[in-house]
Nanobody, 123 residues
Framework: QVQLVESGGGLVQAGGSLRLSCAASGRTTSSYTKAWFRQAPGKERESVAAISWSGVTTYYADSVKGRFTISRDNSKNTVYLQMNSLKPEDTAVYYC????????????????WGQGTQVTVSS
């Protein structure tokens, strides 16, 4: 089993930045694809960004391209999401997920999930 713990969420003003972290434990996840999803109140969970096991391939939702950066440190079993130029519409609970397959945008493709961290962007 893999346990994922997110951190770094909080309240920030529009235009500000936050860096989310997701640490894995239980087993090494260096060979897993890692991703960030988010879910705003009343909306479906959506894919935000994903990164291949090697870090060479990344995916970003159109809504965050140019503002968010996903990265990973396999030596620390951790994935990060640097979020810059935050907007009120980025407000959501952010979840990290890991999966054995290649990068996918569907949540059901991922095997393990964190508990989520709240990001609130005020206008």
């Amino acid at each position: 089993q893999v346990q994922l713990v997110e951190s770094g969420g909080g309240l920030v003003q529009a235009g500000g930045s936050l860096r989310l972290s997701c640490a894995a434990s239980g087993r090494t996840t260096s060979s897993y694809t890692k991703a960030w999803f988010r879910q705003a109140p009343g909306k479906e969970r959506e894919s935000v960004a994903a990164i291949s096991w090697s870090g060479v391939t990344t995916y970003y939702a159109d809504s965050v391209k140019g503002r968010f950066t996903i990265s990973r440190d396999n030596s620390k079993n951790t994935v990060y999401l640097q979020m810059n130029s935050l907007k009120p519409e980025d407000t959501a609970v952010y979840y990290c997920a890991v999966g054995r397959g290649p990068i996918r945008q569907n949540s059901f493709e991922y095997d393990y999930w964190g508990q989520g961290t709240q990001v609130t962007v005020s206008s």
